[in-house]
């Protein structure tokens, strides 16, 4: 039985693995990292097969996944080299285009790209993926079936994959708590209850919407009562430009992705 295995036991590769073992997953999970504490402590806690030598990983592989950071993806698939039989390989790393992958690992690889969210961790996340054009649906079904296993997949065009990856980032979610929590904090709530009223006021709205068959602008509508304080603080927000800095700071990650993909 052919594994899953993964080149890199960072942060991505222990959410992914924490997921799949929460979903049961049947099929061996195989680690490479050139850390040996990394996989030792993957062993420990997720049961994975930890494998130092990169060809012996390799040659365990169904699904091949590269979860490594995008600075490092050129040295390791220089280390990995031609491979001489039929494999699918998956990319995690954000920015970097199926047309360097494709030239990588010589023709019997085939490749998709994936940005799995670390929440994946508890089944709950969301995985944008994009396929080569030459990867059969066989193949594309074996990607789409790992990534199920651990949230939502989406596949979207490579050409939209950047602008996805940088909006979807649970970073967001983070950062606009700490946000909204510490302006609550400036103006005299404690730590805790300001926590506690920025995190329902964000996930109490987003799961309101993905549960209701009402449009976002409706909810908006009735949310903010005219004359009313939401309305009077979402109007002092946009006209002090929310809307422009978070379209500046997607442009920024979008153009550190397109430094990945030149790397």
């Known amino acids: 039985m052919k594994a899953t295995v993964f080149l890199g036991g960072g942060r991505i590769t ?12 049947k099929l061996p999970i195989v680690v490479h990292d050139r850390n ?12 994975v097969v930890a494998e130092s030598n990169l060809r012996r990983a390799i040659g365990q592989a169904g699904i091949l996944v590269i979860a490594v950071r995008p600075a490092s993806v050129r040295d390791l698939l220089a280390d990995v080299g031609c491979v001489n039989r039929p494999l699918v390989a998956v990319s995690l790393a954000a920015g970097v285009p199926l047309a ?12 998709a790209r994936a940005m799995p969210s670390p929440v994946c961790r508890y089944r709950c996340g969301l995985t944008a ?58 103006l005299g709530l404690d730590r805790k209850s300001a926590l506690a009223a920025a995190a329902h006021a964000l996930a109490d709205g987003i799961v309101s919407w993905r549960h209701e068959s009402i449009s976002l602008e409706r909810l908006l ?14 109007s002092a927000m946009d006209a002090r430009g929310y809307r422009r800095v978070v379209e500046q700071g997607l442009r920024a990650g979008l153009v550190r992705a397109r430094k990945n993909a030149k790397r």
Request: no cysteine; net charge positive; charged share 20%.
């Open 14 to 25: 222990s959410a992914l693995v924490a997921g799949l073992r929460l979903a049961r997953y």
């Open 36 to 47: 040996p504490g990394k996989i030792r402590q993957l062993k420990r806690q997720y049961g």
């Open 100 to 111: 360097r992958l494709r030239a990588a690992l010589g023709p019997h690889v085939r490749w």
């Open 129 to 186: 993926v994009t396929f080569d054009r030459n990867l059969p649906n066989t193949a594309r079904r074996a990607v789409r079936d790992l990534f199920g296993q651990v949230g939502t997949v989406l596949e979207i065009p490579e050409s939209k994959f950047d602008v996805f990856t940088v909006t979807y980032s649970s970073s967001h979610g983070y950062h606009a708590l700490a946000t909204l929590a510490g302006a609550a904090q400036t």
């Open 221 to 234: 509508h009735e949310a903010a009562t005219p004359g009313g304080i939401a309305a009077t603080v979402m």
